[in-house]
């Protein structure tokens, strides 16, 4: 009993035990110091490292409803992860595609993932392979009500499935059901596309993101007035339908790291030997296994899809071949693909006539970043490039828009200098009301026969209601050309090439500051230089479909590209037209032609593209053209507006009762956007308030001023640290602690005692 | 009376204390990693300035200095970081992004604790001056010219502004404990600019 409590009780038992008390503290009070000073260098390492996983933070708001999101850290986490790898391999003409899509699913539920991807816009999607563990299933072309339901069935019934449908000719979707936790599942689909060409330039082309869209909001109806004048008519209230389907979420990169990750290696086997291969976007690494071949892939491995990759190849020697003819054999008919560039007319032999020329300039808050600066760049360019004869105009347009001049004024000194300080002064704001702008640029207010009328429209292209668009051209378009200049890092090739078709014009694409000039000149020759007109096509022997039906006028340095399908391979096709105003015409013997790959692909896909147009003339009803479209669909197994790709594994795999939850994958912002630009200020304008004005600088200079933004403030951080509360509360306790530990020793002492 | 009797005693006010000072050491720990963070940072900035570099000031950073601020009447000076996060803004003042560079046309706000880095904003009085050294050692003036407490997400900054403007934020008021949503924000004119 003897204890040492009672032997320091011998001398200061208070003092003692405070003292040793003291000194317990202190020595707890350092090893916590010691704990804390560990904890910041842990916490150094793991919050930096913690942001690498913030990459895949997105807000509610953009995420459509059904999407996984799991709440960690105020912010959203999206669960599904994604890999792409692209293989391409070129075959002289054309090119065939691999898209492999991996998605990973890391959480611990069952889930159902959603993937808006971008594909060429002439590219034939044919196949879809989902590979799950060791097998593969492959899918079938269905139509496009079937396959949904053949979908969801699988989907319920826990079924591993997915489903490759077309939302736009250049933008897809890929849905993903039934992805056990911790799985992965592969979805690979494969497109036929032809080769582009210009002048000695070959071209490939693969876009990687979808660029966000501006949709117009569906306040207004658009009314459609029977062709039979009998005054009924049908509203369509939204102009763009599917805007859910075309939206998905998109990070804002100033705060994630981009997500999905991509690789690409394209195998080019030209047919000639080749020069320069060159990426315009991308470092990439050029093996040459021998003369006529590259093999070529991105220097830095994986990249994160945020711009299009773009890879021009030459010939080795002189100018590329003008004449290409290909064959394939497929079922019991031939099909061909030939390829003709017409020669060129010297200047000197053809006087130049004279041109009206109506620059139209996109400055919506989509062109933000590097794409106002191209724009801009290629305006003043083309400014520079008028002669004093030639007459222009200039129109801006965001969701308003202002024409400079009443009408197009001669290209004097003072009308080019008022119009570059008007150019120069433009910035990248609101919405992209396209439509009104095409509208007032094809309005023809001189009408001067003696003048060729040409409108040259910069545009990133980053709209919903395509199709209004295109009808607006067909509907106005009377003697005008419409010229297309793409602008920035992921344009809507889809709207560029069928706009400059419908307005018999052509298409440039600008990616770059760097490639402004070049391609700048490039529309130039086409602009200054007289078309290849009145073109026709005959075979000689063989009874033919030839597409595209009507053969389109073709621009200095562009090839004439004709698909045809034929019962026999014989005798010669003839091609007829006027350069300038001379006759031209060229014969092809088709015993010459080359072995080719897909093209039944490309002629079906072409076809469609045909249908689409008529339609879009009102050429074709509607319903004609949805038949025409879904026989060559079926035929030849392409996914397209009314087809779609499915593929169901039929062993099921989600045990009955375990919830599946839905997934939308996020994709990055096209590089050189701007983020704030785009999502930051939404458009407060509907189109019924959109005014047009004609702004004149010598009694309005106000309105050739860009408007100010409305003042959007900024949002100040939060910065208070609970540094002091803690330490408040902190002493509190210890100051408890003291006076709990008083308070015992004295209850205790007053025991002992009595 | 033996050990094992007085242990419930001892245990409730031990652990007490423990919790106390864990309490206590972590929020010395923010003020802790706060200093030695600026300390850090002067080196990592004066190493920009003199290569013209943006210099990490440790090797995992995702962020590095931009400015340093000075205010000389009360020998206040901080160094500021690239962005306003959460991260960021444990180290030093932090660069609001889409706000312009010190110097530049427009208007640049730079945001720090009120408990820490800017705990100084409390002594700067209008009329004096705040000087801002950049990275690329180019040196500017700016004169305090009003200050306000607003909301958060309506300060009231006119991130358009043609002028060329400062204003440092912190939050308000500087003697609580806990944060609100109201800030203090200082602004400032540019008034000379030099090398």
């Not at chain 1, 400055?363 to 970043?369: E, I, Q, R, Y």
């Amino acid at each position: 009993m003897d204890t040492y409590d009672t032997a320091d009780g011998d001398e200061h038992p208070v003092l003692g035990r405070l003292i040793k008390l003291g000194l317990f503290l202190l020595a707890q009070g350092v090893a916590v110091m010691l704990v804390a000073f560990v904890a910041l260098l842990v916490r150094f390492g793991t919050a930096w490292s913690a942001t690498a996983e913030h990459a895949s933070l997105l807000q509610p708001g953009e995420a459509r409803s059904g999407s996984l999101l799991l709440k960690e850290d105020g912010a959203y986490t999206e669960a599904v992860r994604l890999g792409t790898d692209i293989e391409i391999t070129v075959s002289g003409p054309t090119l065939r595609a691999r898209v492999t899509q991996l998605f990973r699913n890391p959480t611990k539920d069952w889930v159902a993932a959603t993937y808006v991807y971008p594909l060429a816009a002439n590219g034939a999607v044919d196949t879809l392979k989902m590979v799950v563990g060791d097998h593969v299933i492959v899918g079938d072309i269905k139509e496009r009500q079937q396959a949904r339901v053949i979908y969801e069935q699988a989907r319920s019934a826990g079924q591993k499935a997915a489903l490759t449908e077309q939302e736009r000719p250049n933008i897809f979707t890929n849905s993903v059901a039934n992805i056990g936790p911790g799985e992965t599942v592969l979805v690979q689909i494969e497109y036929q596309e032809p080769v582009h060409q210009t002048g000695d330039e070959y071209s490939l082309r693969v876009p990687l993101v979808v660029a966000p869209r501006y949709n117009p909001a569906p306040i207004v109806q658009s009314v459609d007035f029977r062709k039979d004048g009998s005054g009924w008519g049908a509203a369509t209230s939204d102009p763009v339908p599917d805007r859910d389907r075309i939206s998905p979420p998109v990070l804002d990169p100033a705060r994630h790291a981009p997500v999905n990750p991509t690789s690409i290696t394209v195998r080019l086997k030209a047919g000639f030997a080749l020069g320069e291969v060159r990426s315009h976007h991308h470092n990439v690494k050029v093996e040459s296994p021998d003369d006529t071949t590259r093999i070529v892939t991105l220097a830095d491995g994986a990249f994160a899809a945020d711009r299009d990759f773009e890879l021009t190849w030459k010939p080795a020697a002189g100018m590329a071949p003008s004449v290409g003819l290909f064959r394939e054999h497929v079922g019991d008919s031939d099909y061909l693909l030939a390829f003709v560039t017409p020669p060129g007319v010297e200047q000197a032999t053809q006087k130049p006539l004279p041109r009206e020329v109506v620059f139209v300039i996109d400055n919506s808050g989509s062109m933000g970043g590097t794409s106002i600066v191209q724009a801009k760049a290629s305006l003043l360019y083309a400014l520079g490039r008028l002669q004093p004869n030639d007459r222009f105009n200039v129109i801006r347009f965001d969701d308003t828009m202002d024409v400079l001049f009443p009408a197009s004024v001669p290209a004097d000194a003072a009308h080019v200098g008022e119009a570059t300080s008007f150019v120069s002064d433009l910035q990248a704001r609101g919405g992209t009301e396209m439509v009104p702008a095409m509208r007032a640029a094809l309005a023809d207010k001189i009408s001067d026969s003696s003048m060729v009328r040409q409108v040259v429209f910069l545009t990133d292209g980053a709209i919903g209601n395509e199709q209004q668009l295109f009808e607006a051209i067909t509907a106005m378009r009377g003697r005008s050309r419409v010229f297309m200049v793409g602008i920035g890092s992921a344009p809507n090739t889809h709207l560029m090439t069928r706009a400059a078709e419908l307005g018999r014009g052509a298409f440039t694409h600008i990616g770059s500051v760097e490639q402004v000039e070049e391609r700048m000149r490039g529309l130039f020759a086409k602009l200054e230089n007289p078309a290849v007109t009145g073109l026709t096509a005959r075979f000689s022997d063989a009874k033919a479909d030839i597409t595209p039906a009507i053969i389109p006028d073709v621009y200095r340095d562009e090839p004439l590209v004709l698909a045809a399908r034929l019962d026999k391979l014989a005798g010669s096709l003839e091609i007829k037209g006027r350069v300038g105003d001379r006759p031209w015409s060229v014969t092809l013997p088709l015993q010459s032609a080359a072995e080719g790959m897909g093209l039944s692909k490309l002629w079906a896909k072409r076809k469609i593209g045909d249908a689409e147009v008529a339609r879009a003339m009102r050429e074709m009803t509607p319903e004609e053209s949805d038949k025409a479209i879904l026989a060559l669909a079926l035929d030849h197994q392409i996914v397209t507006r009314l087809t779609s790709l499915v593929a169901v594994d039929r062993t099921p795999s989600r045990p009955e009762g375990e919830p599946l939850k839905l997934s939308d994958l996020p994709i990055n912002l096209p590089a050189g956007w701007d983020f704030e630009k785009v999502f930051g200020e939404r458009p407060h304008l509907t189109p019924t308030q959109l005014r047009e004005r004609h702004a004149d600088a010598r009694n309005q200079p106000s309105a050739r001023q860009p408007k100010p933004a409305a003042p959007d403030t900024i949002r100040l951080p939060k910065t208070a640290t609970s540094a002091e509360l803690k330490m408040i509360a902190g002493l509190i306790l210890i100051v408890l602690a003291l006076i709990l530990f008083v308070f015992n020793r004295r209850r205790r002492l007053l025991a002992d005692a009595a | 009376m033996t050990i094992v009797d007085k242990m419930p005693r001892l245990i409730s006010p031990l652990v007490l204390a423990l919790i106390g000072l864990i309490l206590f050491g972590d929020g010395a720990y923010i003020h802790a990693k706060a200093w030695l963070a600026q300390v850090l940072l002067e080196r990592a900035f004066d190493r920009s300035i003199a290569t013209g570099q943006a210099v990490k000031p440790w090797s995992w950073a995702d962020t590095w200095p931009v400015a340093r601020i000075e205010v000389k009447r009360i020998g206040a000076s901080v160094i500021v970081l690239e962005g306003a996060s959460g991260q960021a803004l444990a180290f030093g003042p932090g660069h609001i992004h889409q706000t312009a560079d010190a110097g530049e046309r427009g208007i640049a706000v730079y945001a720090a604790h009120r408990d820490t880095h800017f705990r100084f904003l409390q002594h700067v009085a209008i009329g004096d001056i705040i000087d801002v050294t950049r990275r690329d050692g180019r040196h500017f003036s700016y004169r305090a010219d009003s200050s306000a407490v607003v909301r958060f997400d309506a300060s009231g900054i006119d991130a358009t502004t043609q002028g060329f403007e400062l204003v440092l934020a912190t939050c308000w008021p500087f003697d609580a404990v806990t944060s609100g949503p109201e800030r203090y924000i200082l602004h400032a004119t540019l008034v000379g600019a030099d090398r």
